[in-house]
């Protein structure tokens, strides 16, 4: 009999669904109970907690998936925290750097892990890039470009919803695109923002953040880059790209969501094949990134077990939370 970990999820809106599939989906996980504000929502056969207080009463919770709205995350993480719950936590890990650096002294404190979810990184592309640039093979890096152009429209930002609201969104760098922010710095390291300019093109009645930027940044090793993000295209998603101009050579990733090698030309080097990307999330009238969820809760498992250790760590959520805010300075 399979000692299986004790999972339980909070918030069960388009993302914590997903979570309670994989986790119960799992052979070594136990989904032991969810928790939603919305009593309306619930998950197969589960009674819907409501509230978290309820939730940490379960004895058999080892971890709790935080899946509510990004300005939520930290208090709801220390919580779990303190009541010796380790924790998964949706990107982004939280709005500011303060917040982010409140929940590692909650870990610390408890000595539970903090697991974030930054599950762009599984996708083959995203693994070939990270090796290309850590073995080198591009040389010196000159140039890198980063654009992510995206739709968000009334369907997605509704009335009274916490999409658009500062507070607990954010804006469209750490709701839409921090996974690209976070595959900036997971390939290439610290990011010094340069500049960053903003536009609110087409959501002045919807959000209360622009839905545009253009930042430019350098990266220690001496290249410089840009990102041109938007959430005002028409209709739907048109790209998420990274194009990487080295001294050896030329790649891009791109497709929606940087989940195809679009480009790869360098001296002397023979493009191995690649295992098919997963699926894009599809929530209806959008998509999001990549549906690699799966791989997050084995990586959970593995941890807890002693095999492996958290694939995006506490230290890393916290980065690219800092780039986001370092970027959003800028605001004027
Ligand atoms: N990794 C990814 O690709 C990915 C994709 C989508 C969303 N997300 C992240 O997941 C989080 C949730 O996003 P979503 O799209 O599922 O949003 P959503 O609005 O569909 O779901 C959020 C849920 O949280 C619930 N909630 C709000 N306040 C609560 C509280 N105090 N206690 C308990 N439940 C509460 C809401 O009732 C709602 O059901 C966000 O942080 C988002 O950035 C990540």
């Given at each position: 009999m399979l000692n299986k970990i004790g999972f339980a999820v909070l918030g069960l809106g388009h993302i914590g669904q997903k979570h309670c599939i994989h986790i119960s989906e799992?052979?070594?996980?136990?989904?032991i109970a969810t928790a939603d504000i919305n009593a309306n929502l619930i998950f197969g056969h589960y009674k819907n907690e409501i509230n978290i207080d309820n939730l940490l009463n379960y004895n058999q919770i080892d971890v709790v998936h935080i899946c509510t709205p990004n300005g939520l995350h930290a208090q709801q993480a220390i919580q779990c925290l303190n009541a010796q719950k380790h924790v998964v936590i949706e990107k982004?890990?939280?709005?500011?750097s303060k917040d982010c650096e409140a929940i590692q002294v909650a870990s610390d404190k408890n000595n539970k892990f903090v697991f974030c979810v930054m599950q762009n990184r599984f996708s083959p592309p995203s693994q070939w890039l990270k090796n290309l640039i850590l073995s080198k093979t591009l040389g010196n890096i000159f140039s890198i470009q980063i654009n992510c152009f995206w739709n968000r429209d009334d369907r997605y930002y509704?009335?009274?919803?916490?999409?658009?609201?500062?507070?607990?969104?954010?804006g469209p760098l750490f709701t839409q695109f921090s996974h690209f922010i976070d595959l900036l710095y997971w390939v290439f390291g610290e990011i010094n923002i340069n500049y960053a300019q903003f536009e609110n093109f087409n959501h002045k009645q919807s959000t209360q953040f622009e839905d545009s930027g253009i930042v430019t940044f350098s990266i220690n090793s001496g290249g410089v880059g840009s990102i041109n993000y938007s959430t005002s295209v028409f209709d739907k998603n048109f790209e998420s790209s990274i194009s990487i101009i080295g001294e050896n050579g030329t790649v891009k990733l791109g497709g929606q969501y940087m989940n195809e090698i679009s480009y790869c030309h360098i001296n002397n080097y023979e493009m191995p094949a690649l295992e098919k990307s997963n699926p894009p999330n599809n929530y209806g009238n959008y998509q999001g990134s990549a549906s690699n969820h799966p791989y997050v809760i084995q990586n959970i498992i593995e941890t807890l077990n002693n095999k492996s250790k958290p694939h995006t760590q506490l230290s890393e959520g916290m980065a690219v939370v800092k780039i986001i805010e370092e970027i959003y300075k800028f605001r004027k």
């Open positions: 799992n052979p070594e996980a136990a989904l982004p890990l939280a709005l500011s509704t009335p009274n919803h916490w999409h658009g609201t500062m507070s607990l969104d954010g």
